[in-house]
């Protein structure tokens, strides 16, 4: 089994890496049996593998050629790579979450894959499922915040989408942006893939809430998604769960320490991250997403 989750949002500082390297972690600690868990840090900030490894250790995998840029331009020259060549175990978060890291030179993959032979769309999706043969069942990606070529490439990869949200103003219009952009992507990725390959919207996450207007704002979001289904099949899930605003997952972050371990955080915080996660588990890992149909 192979299952391929990308967190992303064409608006940034919502929180998507924070939420993406926790909920990695989080499933790699409580997922039994020897699922192994893997983040393709695909972000131009490489913010992945800072939050996990620090800066330092990203400079060294810099310098080691041993980054998803580098695995991705081995791949548009017609390789087939070995991607435990690329792996790093994150030792001190979990003995079955593993990086490929992050390298600041991402973007320029974006002319190396339009220009590479085959499909430049599914690139990213043949490295992934090439994975499954070096153990790893659940794969998350962390995209840039654009729908660029990277975006795309890790979109067709996957199963499943989560969208972090800032209810503000600007996060509603966002919304409305990201709607309408991925309803003309997916008339290009319905060329290539069939409707049950079509990655599945694994819901509308909430994230920095700190004002009242914050949450008068997101009601309308939480409506305003609820009104479509995607590929006029599978609604679109809220999440219950709204994350407040907090400076824990900056401590985290200065620890690189996931939020559910971390000491000296606040019992609130890692109430709602727990909260949050069992409904991720729900429609992502348990497929509620795409069992909820009308």
Same mark, same amino acid.
Request: glycine content about 6%.
């Given at each position: ?61 810099? #310098? ?17 790579p070995n991607i435990d060549d690329y792996a790093v175990k ?61 975006? #795309? ?66 009601? #309308? ?74």
């Amino acid at each position: 089994m192979l299952k391929v989750i990308t967190f992303f949002n064409v608006k940034g500082g919502v929180g998507k890496t924070t939420l993406t390297v926790n909920t990695a972690a989080k499933l790699a600690h409580v997922h039994p049996g020897k699922s192994k868990v893997l983040i393709l840090d695909l972000d131009a900030q490489a913010g992945a593998t800072n939050y996990i490894f620090g800066a330092e250790q990203q400079e060294y995998y810099e #310098k080691e050629e041993r980054t998803l840029y580098n695995l991705l331009l081995e791949t548009f020259s017609g390789s087939q790579p070995n991607i435990d060549d690329y792996a790093v175990k994150a030792f001190n978060w979990s003995g079955k979450l593993y990086v490929v890291p992050g390298s600041y030179s991402i973007l320029e993959a974006e002319k190396a894959a339009l220009t590479s032979t085959g499909l430049w769309l599914l690139k990213l999706r043949e490295i992934v499922h090439r994975a499954v043969d070096f153990g790893y069942n659940y794969i998350f990606i962390d995209p840039p915040a654009t729908f660029g070529v990277l975006t #795309k490439m890790a979109l067709a990869a996957s199963q499943y989408f989560v969208i972090p949200v800032i209810p503000d103003q600007l996060g509603l219009g966002a919304f409305k942006l990201l709607d309408k952009g991925f309803r003309t992507f997916i008339v290009d990725l319905r060329t290539v893939l069939s409707i049950d390959e079509l990655p599945v919207c694994g819901g509308v996450v909430f994230n920095r809430l700190k004002s009242k207007t914050h949450y008068i704002i997101a009601d #309308k979001i939480a409506e305003e998604a609820r009104r479509h289904k995607l590929y006029g099949r599978y609604p679109i899930p809220v999440y219950k769960t709204r994350l407040d605003d907090t400076v824990d997952y900056t401590k985290c972050l200065e620890k690189h320490e996931p939020i559910f371990t971390c000491k000296g955080i606040n019992k609130k915080t890692k109430e709602q991250f727990e909260s949050y996660f069992k409904e991720f588990y729900a429609y992502v890992v348990e497929d509620g997403a795409r069992k909820v149909k009308k």
